[in-house]
């Protein structure tokens, strides 16, 4: 799982648009991407 600690804003907000535009819940993207969650709500 990726953790999130280390990777910069350019990936989250990549990922936030992703996430948005799925219309998942930030879980089940997360589980899907092998996001974790809680680095993800913290950006």
């Known amino acids: ?3 999130g600690v280390t990777l ?3 990936f989250w907000r990549e990922h936030f648009a992703q996430q948005r535009d799925s219309g998942l819940s930030i879980g089940e993207f997360g ?3 092998e996001l ?3 680095p993800f709500r913290s950006w």
């Open 36 to 38: 974790s969650i809680h």
């Open 31 to 33: 589980r899907r991407r």
């Open 1 to 3: 799982m990726i953790s």
């Open 8 to 10: 910069g804003a350019e």
